[in-house]
């Protein structure tokens, strides 16, 4: 008696090959993918006026400099809470897509269903339709098969290098930078990146595909939460199709309207699939709601001469009327609900808010340090100094003269000196921020009593733009 | 009916074998894992291999393996110590050269001297004269404007290069006021009498005659007639509000029966010559140094 053969642990990945379709749908994914690929490549060579000290590139993350250009915009890192409110958004605007459409985003405009798309097109332009795809697979390694696989994988490279590519003109002057990169100048960082960029391009879009949906990403599991019975998702209209079977040309009326539903199991809707599930098993995990399979059935149907939509989008609410011969509501219906309202008012209200403050923060500021030791210095004179550190902001394109001043609380006289310069007032470079060191200084002989308020301004000479800083002068007493 | 040895019991909603085991009903699948993962969790297992091969990691009787690339983090600290100094051989070069107006003038030199400095003193000065350069009683406040033996940028650099009353040096700055006690130059009144005519240099005591006279006689060929003292020599002014040793009546009663004797040793066998002028430029730049 032998036991039994210990089960695999481990499965191969079954090779998918999805078969071209064509369709409403298609173009649509044709239509997105054309420009969500063009943002990524064109945006970081779009060119903005800034004035003469500040880069001219719309769109850039100056990681060295610490600052960020969007446009007419420019994020300094304090003000990063910017950041974090598009992060916001970005989270809320997801929870309003799913509640909506289901999981749009992988179908549509996730990077890697973009750039696999990408690649699966490069696959059919160079290796032929799915029933060819399939023969190059189990043949062996023929010249024409070695051809064939080169030029697909040399062709996939260039693409991954030139996402690898892209990606670092967002992080520096492009053309420069382009420049760089080619005569070998570029900071190995750049290389670096580029590389590892290229490499994962190349494996997980041409390799790895619907591994990545199925066992890498988060999103569709945290998607799958975020789903209601209002929302749209792919639906195999099994009320209508079952039972399946295979078609017959001349049906006899009772199989044609008692037994058989409109699906004849033609496999299309399998065939097309990037992630090579069948919808007809209802919803799961594997479907990235890419709507391919609706656009092979609706092909199908046509030429039976059946109504469209036997795998249409669908929610789960609409399915229980139809099931029951109700009609669906209108597609209003499912979008115009509490919950739609509640997260695009959100959403909305975030981004109204950081405009407001984005057009009305200061571009002038103010920080003081008081030196802590010592706290005070007794000159010969007699008269008690205070060190303060100072930072003046300047977040204007152009260099500003600033001048400071300072308002006692209480009695007494002090006098404002900034080390290293004549007067009170100083030129601050443009978009930057400068330290002073500045001394406050009281009168010979005159006590003072331990802590006195001490208010800082500064004032922009050429907007007025004032700001203030709250510190305190030590007299020197104990 | 063919034998199916993998008796497994299958999931009637998902199609997928169990493993058999069973909590209140519910069965866990046996899903076999992607084999690409078993094989990115092997290629892991060899990296974490060559890695121990490659740097230092395994333990031995004395010390670890020390690895083929022979790294070690003294060592790379080293490199990067080296690597620095190379990078600043340059400006620091320029700062010996360059005369302390030069530096300050430039901004590049400034703040390279100011920041080269600040390490020096916390390393080597902060002892005595405090972090914050505040000095405490007998170890001079460095922020003030009052300088014992001058407060140009040069003079600084002075006192800093060769010390005060730091025998080892030739070039070190030498003073010795008299104990005027214990030496049995001045009586016990008398001290009293000239330190209450030191009180009223500042006016903090009221003038008398005696007094006067016995600091004529004895101290201002070296403080001054007012007490405006004389920085060629060390000696303090004592007409201001400044007080090294503190100004009240029993303080300057025991500094002119004793005499002080600070000293501070020379720093130019231990610091290098770009090193003692940043501390100097540092110093200077407290916010009490004297323009040149």
Redesign the interface.
Known sequence: MSAPPAPSLYAAREPIFPKAVSGRFRRLKWAILVATLAVYYITPWLRWDRGPYLPDQAVLIDLAARRFYFFMIEIWPHEFYYVAGLLIMAGIGLFLFTSVLGRVWCGYACPQTVWVDLFMHVERFIEGDRNKQIRLQHQSWTPEKIRKRTAKWTIWLAISMATGGAWIFYFADAPSLAWQFITGAAPSVAYATVAILTATTFILGGFLREQVCLYMCPWPRIQAAMLDENSLTVTYKDWRGEPRGKHKKQPTPQTQTQTQGDCIDCNACVNVCPTGVDIRKGQQLGCITCALCIDACDDIMARLGRPRGLIDYCSLADEHLERSGQPALSAWRRILRPRVFLYTGLWAGIGLAMVVTLFLRDTIGLTVRHDRNPLFVTLSDGSIRNGYEIRLLNQEGMPQDFRLSHRLEGAGHLRLDIQGSEGRTVEVAANTQQLLRVFLTSEPWIEMDGQVPVRLWVENLTTRERAHYDTVFYGGSE | MSKD????AVDPHTGT?TTGHDWDGITEL?T???????WTFYATIVWGLLYTVAYPAWPMLSGATSGLLGYSSRGALEQDIARQKAAQAGIEAEIVKAGFGEI?ADANLASYAYAGGAAVFRANCSQCH???A?GSKGYP?L????WLWGGTPEDIYLTIAHGIRWEADYDTRWSEMPAFGDDGILEETEIALVADHVLSLSGKSGRSEAGATLYLDNCSGCHGEAGEGMAEMGAP?LN???WLYGSDRASLIETITHSRFGVMPSWNTRLSEADLRKVAHYVH?L??GVRE
């Open positions: 040895k993998d008796d497994r074998k046996d076999p894992l992607p084999r690409w993962w078993l300050a405090g972090a914050g505040a406040n922020r003030d404007d009052d002014a201001d509000a400044i730049s916010g009490g």
